[in-house]
């Protein structure tokens, strides 16, 4: 062989050498961004190597990725789908919100609670789209975890007229910084209604006691003053002088009022037993309405009865006596605080399917809407000392519900008030439990 010759055949050996390696490179490196092992030298020898296609190797090779990618994308979909159902039916709300406090995202539980129907939540504040706020409160946990980067945990927290117990979490990014948080929050409303219910019903059965108790003790002294008065003061041979004779009908009279209010503590608590008849509600009305007639009178209040004959309820007069006393007293004591001229207390009544519906309203100042949930706990008030004790519609409602029945106020301030109570009518099939 020539020398030209040699010089070529080593030129050729050289560029296969390169080429070779060029193609091993190449594929070796599409390997590897498959995740797949480097090929070695005995799974494809260097002449095995030289004799293939390769644009077909890398084609080949370039199939496989996109298959791969392609089946890497619908795991990632399937991942994607399953963890949107989980972020949806979660019984919780959940909410990703930046460090801006904009929301970035949240689940339909939460859209369900706090979000009005017409409002877009994406990328609007948390705190206005949540809270109904200009700017966070300050007792705000995501604001905490976004200052310190760490987990918050809130017992409650009111947002709504709801509560809700919450957890923030933060999410940071690849160097530990925080970039926004994931608020998780439950709805605790009802069971804090149900504990304030508890807790109502305890306190109710405690102040009860009590009452019933004082009220048994102090029954029979009462009644014995009042005995003794009223026997002194029948007797005609007593020879008592005008003023002792005054004197003694005060006391009977002050005794009365003491046995008034010992018979409402006793009906607070529950320990006078009702004893049920079939009564006309017109009657009692008209009776409770004549013992308050020099109230009306002297304060000018106009009353307007409209009270159909005929409606007979399943009752405790006595007790619905009570409940028509204590709603026309809190009218009267209601007109006090206005000068108005036309005061007027409208009473009516009539058939409510298996109820008899009694209707007492008053064009006064109306409750306010703040004050309106609590009137019927015992000892709220809002009269000064001396003036109301604040048992007054707590025993209406105890006694309404003792009769199976109900009893509702709708009111607004400056508007004047009207509370309607239903009692089972007499002779309709069984009381329904609730209404
Ligand atoms: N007709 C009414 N008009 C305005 N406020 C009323 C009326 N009835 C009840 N209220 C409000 O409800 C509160 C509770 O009433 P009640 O239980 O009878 O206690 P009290 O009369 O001793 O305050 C009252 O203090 C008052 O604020
Ligand atoms: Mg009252």
Redesign the pocket.
């Known amino acids: 062989m020539s020398s030209a010759g040699k010089i070529e055949e080593k030129d050729l050996r050289t560029s296969n050498e390169r080429l070779k390696k060029y193609i091993r490179d190449k594929v070796n490196h599409l390997l590897s961004v498959m995740g797949t092992k480097p090929l070695g030298r005995e799974e494809l020898d260097d002449s095995t190597l030289i004799e293939l296609d390769p644009i077909g190797i890398i084609a080949r090779s370039f199939a496989q990725v996109l298959e791969h990618q392609k089946e890497t994308n619908r795991r990632l979909t399937v991942a994607k789908d399953q963890l949107q159902a989980v972020f949806d039916t979660a019984g919780v709300c959940i909410s990703i919100i930046d460090e801006d406090m904009r929301i970035v995202n949240c689940n339909e539980k939460q859209k369900e609670l706090l979000v009005s129907p017409d409002a877009n939540a994406i990328g609007r504040h948390c705190y206005e789209i949540y809270c109904g706020k200009d700017s966070p409160s300050l007792d705000c946990p995501a604001v905490e975890t976004l200052a310190t980067g760490r987990p918050v945990f809130i017992r409650e927290v009111k947002k709504k007229n709801k509560h809700f117990q919450i957890v923030t979490s933060p999410l940071k990014d690849s160097d530990g910084n925080v970039t926004g948080v994931i608020e998780v929050s439950m709805d605790v409303t009802e069971k804090k209604k149900a504990e304030e219910l508890m807790h109502q019903a305890e306190k109710l059965t405690a102040i009860g006691l009590l009452a019933g108790g004082i009220a048994h003790e102090l029954n029979n002294p009462l009644g014995n003053i009042l005995g003794y008065a009223t026997l002194v003061l029948k007797d005609r041979e007593s020879g008592l002088a005008p003023e002792h004779r005054e004197k003694l009908e005060i006391i009977v009279e002050q005794a009365k009022k003491g046995s008034d209010i010992i018979r409402g503590l006793l009906d607070f608590s529950r320990q006078s037993v009702p004893s049920f008849s079939d009564v006309a509600i017109d009657g009692i009305i008209g009776k409770t309405m004549r013992t308050l007639q020099n109230r009306f009178s002297s304060q000018r209040i106009k009353t307007d009865v409209a009270l159909p004959g005929a409606l007979i309820v399943r009752a405790d007069p006595r007790q619905i006596e009570l409940v028509v006393l ?2 026309l ?3 009267i ?2 007109f006090e605080a206005v000068s108005r001229r036309d005061k007027t207390i409208r009473v009516g009544a009539s058939r409510d399917g298996d109820f008899v519906r009694v209707s007492i309203a ?1 064009n ?4 306010p809407g703040e ?1 309106l949930p609590g ?2 706990d015992p000892f ?4 000064p000392i001396g ?8 025993i209406c409602s105890g006694i309404i519900k003792e009769h199976k029945g109900s009893i509702h106020v709708s ?1 607004e301030a400056g508007r004047g ?1 009207e ?1 309607v109570f239903l009692l089972p009518a007499s002779g309709a099939p069984h009381p329904v439990e609730t209404r």
Request: glycine share 16%; charged share 10%; aromatic share 10%.
């Open positions: 204590n709603l007293l809190n009218s004591q209601a008053d006064g100042p109306g409750i004050v009137i019927f709220f008030t809002t009269k003036k109301g004790a604040g048992l007054g519609l707590s009111s008030t509370f």
